[in-house]
């Protein structure tokens, strides 16, 4: 496949980028480099002659006409996006502007192009969303989301990816744009960018520096491999029936507080604290993140019945190799601490 990947520096997309070009697959990157982007994350493929890299905003429709005429993709993979709840709190301008009229432009000029070409049947525009459109469940374990569960976003982030999903359903039902969209629960792994919940607490656990949970820690997600999460969306890209989406979980739902404590006891067995004791003595409780949501769960059903996927690893092997990766990637992390709002606390409304 000939593959153009919005987002492609970012954390989720540069996973993409990795493993769509190691499987041979020509990747054209488009990507704004915003705070969030680093490009090391794609290094290990930057000298390959299946890969390009655009540095290009979706909010510009003139350079994205631009791209698709150069570059004539078969299949978009849209990942751009202002990713970060507690950010959209403070300033939810930048996510409507990226998520919602950057995902409108994309669709336009996917549009324009496919339609230039003679709509080619093989062309689709696989569109990546969050389980967070769906809202907060209950603590029942029967209840989870699947593709038809009603949305319900109540965050400016997933308010916004929620707009972007509509938009995408419609250019399908609208113009025919070939489409297929994934849902998909909180990813973690390596080159996850050192403000989510994951990197804070090993970083900051290293460091010898407060390991803080919002609330009393007992929102649960549901917790994705990055790596498995990258496998399920080229699959989706390659064989997802068109007008589709597919929600696509990790099968391991686990507190905020299980998760650090998890973590903790991780870092406690590779890099045991100097004057002993726990990293989980660094464990602070801090003022909630307004509307938080209690509990994300998806329901796997359709993507293992349907494509026959599901994750590779559970959340313990996943964290296990998270940590490793984290011990012996400092000259990658240490830099991006440096980043504009990075260590702060952020969202508290
Ligand atoms: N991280 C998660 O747990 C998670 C969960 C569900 C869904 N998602 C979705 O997956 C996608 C990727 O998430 P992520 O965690 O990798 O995000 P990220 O913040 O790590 O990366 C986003 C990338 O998009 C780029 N970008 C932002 N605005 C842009 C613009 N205007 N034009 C071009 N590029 C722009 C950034 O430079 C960055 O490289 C997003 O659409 C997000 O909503 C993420």
Redo the contacts with the bound molecule.
Sequence with gaps: MKLLV?????????AVVRLAVSRGHEVIN?????Y???LENVADVAESPLYTFEK????DRAALDAIFAKHKPEVVM???????VDRSIDGPGDFI???IT?TYNMLEAARSYWVDAGKPESFRFHH?????VFGSLSSDPDVQFTETTAYDPRSP?SAS?AASDHLVRAWQETYGLPVVLT??????GPYH?PE?LIPVVILNALAGKDLPIYGDGSNVRDW?YVEDHADALLLVAEKGALGRSYNIGGENERSNLELVQTLCAILDEKQPKAGGGSYSDQITFVTDRPGHDARYAIDPTRIRNELNWRPSVTVEEGLALTVAWYLANETWWRPLQERHGVGKRLGTG
């Design positions: 919005t987002g492609g520096a970012g954390f989720i997309g540069s488009l990507d704004a480099l915003t969030a982007a680093c290009a905003d979706i909010r849209h990942l751009a996006a202002e990713s970060h502007e990226t998520n950057g990546i969303s969050t389980d967070e982030y990816k849902n998909c629960s909180n990813n973690y960018f989510k994705l």
